[in-house]
T-cell receptor
Framework: DAGITQSPRHKVTETGTPVTLRCHQTENHRYMYWYRQDPGHGLRLIHYSYGVKDTDKGEVSDGYSVSRSKTEDFLLTLESATSSQTSVYFC?????????????FGPGTRLTVL | ELKVEQNPLFLSMQEGKNYTIYCNYSTTSDRLYWYRQDPGKSLESLFVLLSNGAVKQEGRLMASLDTKARLSTLHITAAVHDLSATYFCAVDSNYGGSQGNLIFGKGTKLSVKP
């Protein structure tokens, strides 16, 4: 699992509440990503980070914010959760392997917004 | 904008049969990845394909890349039940450059029946 943990692993929350998901890596990889996975959509990139305090938007960033104050932690925040944000969230890191970079994924967080 | 299409999206196979999953992408890229996902689990990296004509094999799975046709295939030989999973292809969005973001196909759910 490339030393990636996510917390919590499961969460049920109510519409309008703030939610923060945490991704932690044990190796000092520069790039980290947040994806969401929904049936029929594959994985879609929410935000990514290329270093401490360096983040950028992905394909589906509306309603989400991120922060990276330490290399090992990448936080995803839903400021005011909506039912459309019910999904499985995966964190990933990018590991350099010679001519290419390869992404490895964390175990996922299943979020339900009621 | 890079788009990635997989087909079929669902595949029911009998054990012992051969089949191919196709991954088409819309703009030039030089890095393509295949992942496997078991139900309720994270994504596991299978293959990284870097150049035109690249072919990689692992057990009953063989992946190939044709960058001119913008097509990758994942061929399954003599399927066994253990291969039942969802398979994703992902394409690096930054052709010719360094680290890019991955754009995923919607996945192919493979079910191998006795």
């Amino acid at each position: 699992d490339a030393g990636i943990t996510q917390s919590p692993r499961h969460k049920v929350t109510e519409t309008g509440t703030p939610v923060t998901l945490r991704c932690h890596q044990t190796e000092n990889h520069r790039y980290m990503y947040w994806y969401r996975q929904d049936p029929g959509h594959g994985l879609r990139l929410i935000h990514y980070s290329y270093g401490v305090k360096d983040t950028d938007k992905g394909e589906v960033s509306d309603g989400y914010s991120v922060s990276r104050s330490k290399t090992e932690d990448f936080l995803l925040t839903l400021e005011s959760a909506t039912s459309s944000q019910t999904s499985v969230y995966f964190c990933a890191i990018s590991v350099k392997g010679g001519l290419y970079n390869e992404q490895f994924f964390g175990p996922g967080t299943r979020l339900t917004v009621l | 904008e890079l788009k990635v299409e997989q087909n079929p999206l669902f595949l029911s196979m009998q054990e012992g049969k051969n089949y191919t999953i196709y991954c088409n992408y819309s703009t030039t890229s030089d890095r393509l990845y295949w992942y496997r996902q078991d139900p309720g689990k994270s994504l596991e990296s299978l293959f990284v394909l870097l150049s035109n004509g690249a072919v990689k094999q692992e057990g009953r799975l063989m992946a190939s890349l044709d960058t001119k046709a913008r097509l990758s295939t994942l061929h399954i030989t003599a399927a066994v039940h253990d291969l039942s999973a969802t398979y994703f292809c992902a394409v690096d969005s930054n052709y010719g450059g360094s680290q890019g973001n991955l754009i995923f196909g919607k996945g192919t759910k493979l079910s191998v029946k006795p």
